[in-house]
């Protein structure tokens, strides 16, 4: 079998994981819901229809994929698993994508949820048709995933890379930095000012580049990963 | 099969394997015998090529198991952690490992290793739900899933009930003897390692102290003992006493009425003829064969380990 489908037989594992897991499924609904529901119901001050899809698509994508790859990467490691699989035939690449690919696919999934959630309450309350434009929709189908894969290879990288204590440290900044931004409703003092903007094709090339960006920087750190770095950090 | 040469281990500059020599035979099963922290799990992880040694080589198959992938096939593991997902059956578990390993009959094996193991009726349910003694057998299929020619065991029955540990300890053997495995195996259980293997290897703080077959061992490091019961309490004393004043006597414990004299020679008769000539009754005189424990102790003591 290649490692690309060895890799596969990672990410399937890894999804069915993720999705048996009761627990770390309600956060995802919780978080991605929320998002779509309140944003919408309480948000209207600070989104536009266009603006809470852009940012419902990226945000919950992003945060739930964080909450995945703790699952994916993390836990695997805390448990000692990830030394049985270090013996095993796959290399540290392959398993290091299947398991990006195994977080990612049930984070996008539950992006596109809470941007079906936002349609959804927008035409309800708005009593019009409100979709989104083609940028937004290119967003969704193109950017949102390649930025929700970019994102958790990087924290994959780190959760492999770091011991436990500095691992908890990255979750709670990135709780930090990212939980005013998927509740604007209840933080719009803060944010009001910088979220208030138009989402146009400017703004999903940004995001496209910044993935990208995150990619190569991940690509360019994997070459500091070893095995010897992931067992010697293992608690 | 496997070749350890000249193994050192440093981290963060402080030595903890230091020139470690040993060779595995096909079909051996190795015990790896260490107190905690003595580096049996760190030399097992420089074999499997988790860990690089500071100098030396470990080989297995005449290679270093490092990066090499397709030599990692011929490998089989069983380490602290089983190596389980509690969210997946014990069927799905095998399965996923089954395709790693790129194994052909995918259902057939499964199936065999269940019955192996004594799991067939639970193959749906859920590993969460498993005892320890369950996941610790399951592991155990896990590690020979893809029939491999060694294995690698760490502690394979630390934590678990004496039922289930027997049951380990059995399927480890019948690994060994059914299927001709060569097995490393790490432990700090004696009583597993005398039962279970053919040669072993003590280490401790990083260095090997003794490196033979138990029986080696035994005869080199087992001072021949003679274990005397008296009949009379009172006589204990004087029976001590006399004991010790013999030149060929080197050391005397006693427990109550049981006396436990280490001899130069084997001189059970002798030792009887000059207790009952001093009018001391004896219920019963036997040798004594020194056992792995003692000898690790022994070892571990000179070393001066605190245990």
């Not at chain 1, 948000?43 to 990226?58: P, Y």
């Not at chain 2, 015990?31 to 988790?50: D, E, F, H, V």
């Amino acid at each position: 079998m290649s490692s690309r489908n060895m890799a596969l037989v990672v990410a399937r594992k890894e999804i069915k994981n993720v999705i048996r897991n009761k627990g770390l499924l309600f956060g995802g609904l919780w978080f991605g819901g929320m998002f779509g529901v309140l944003n919408v119901l309480f948000g209207g001050q600070v989104f536009s229809f266009n603006n809470s899809v852009f940012s419902a698509a990226l945000l919950v994508g992003v945060f739930v994929g964080f909450m995945f790859s703790a699952q994916v990467f993390l836990r695997e490691k805390r448990e000692k698993i990830i030394e049985t699989m270090l013996c095993t035939p796959l290399n540290l690449k392959s398993i290091w994508f299947g398991k990006v690919l195994g977080a990612t696919v049930p984070a996008y999934l539950f992006s596109l949820l809470s941007v079906t959630l936002v349609i959804i309450i927008s035409n309800i309350t708005m009593r019009s048709l409100l979709l989104p434009s083609l940028a937004i929709l290119i967003h969704i189908l193109v950017v949102v995933p390649v930025f929700i894969a970019s994102t958790i290879s990087l924290i994959g990288f780190c959760q492999f890379l770091l011991g436990m204590r500095e691992n908890k440290i990255i979750s709670y900044l990135i709780i930090l930095v990212l939980f005013p931004f998927m509740y604007p409703s209840i933080f719009s003092g803060l944010i009001q000012g910088n979220m208030n903007v138009v989402i146009s094709w400017s703004e999903v090339v940004v995001c496209l580049i910044v993935s990208v960006l995150l990619l190569s920087l991940t690509t360019y750190l994997s070459r500091y990963l070893s095995k010897e770095k992931i067992v010697t950090t293992i608690p | 099969m496997i070749d350890v040469q000249d193994l050192t281990k440093k981290f963060s500059g402080k030595t903890v394997l230091n020139g470690i020599n040993f060779q595995v035979k096909e079909g051996e099963i190795f015990g790896y015998l260490g107190p905690n922290g003595a580096g049996k799990t760190t030399t097992m992880r420089i074999i499997l090529g988790l860990l690089k040694p500071a100098s030396g080589r470990a080989l297995v198959f005449g290679k270093e198991l490092g990066d090499n992938d397709d030599l990692r096939r011929r490998v089989g593991v069983l380490l602290e952690n089983d190596g389980l997902y509690e969210g997946l059956s014990a069927y799905e578990n095998l399965n996923y490992y089954a395709q790693l390993y790129s194994v052909s009959d995918i259902g057939g094996t499964i199936k065999n290793l269940l019955v192996f193991v004594g799991l067939s009726d639970r193959q749906n349910d859920r590993v969460g739900v498993f005892s320890k003694g369950m996941k610790r057998r399951l592991a155990l299929a896990r590690s020979i899933i893809h029939d491999p020619e060694v294995l690698f065991y760490d502690e394979p029955s630390a934590g678990l009930d004496p039922e289930a540990q027997k049951l380990v300890r059995d399927l480890i053997l019948r690994l060994a003897k059914e299927k001709g495995r060569t097995i490393f195996l790490n432990s700090h259980d004696l009583d597993e390692v005398q039962r279970v293997c053919s040669k072993i290897a003590i280490l401790q703080r990083g260095e090997i102290k003794a490196y033979d077959t138990v029986e080696n061992l035994r005869r080199k490091f087992g001072k021949p003992a003679v274990e005397i019961a008296l009949a009379d309490n009172e006589e204990a004393e004087k029976a001590l006493d006399l004991l010790n004043s013999l030149d060929y006597v080197s050391e005397c414990e006693r427990d109550g009425l049981r006396i436990i004299a280490i001899i130069k020679d084997e001189k059970t008769s002798t030792i009887l003829n000059v207790l009952m000539k001093e009018g001391i009754r004896v219920e019963e005189v036997k040798k004594v064969t020194k056992s792995l424990e003692d000898i690790y102790l022994n070892i571990v003591r000179q070393s001066g380990e605190k245990i």
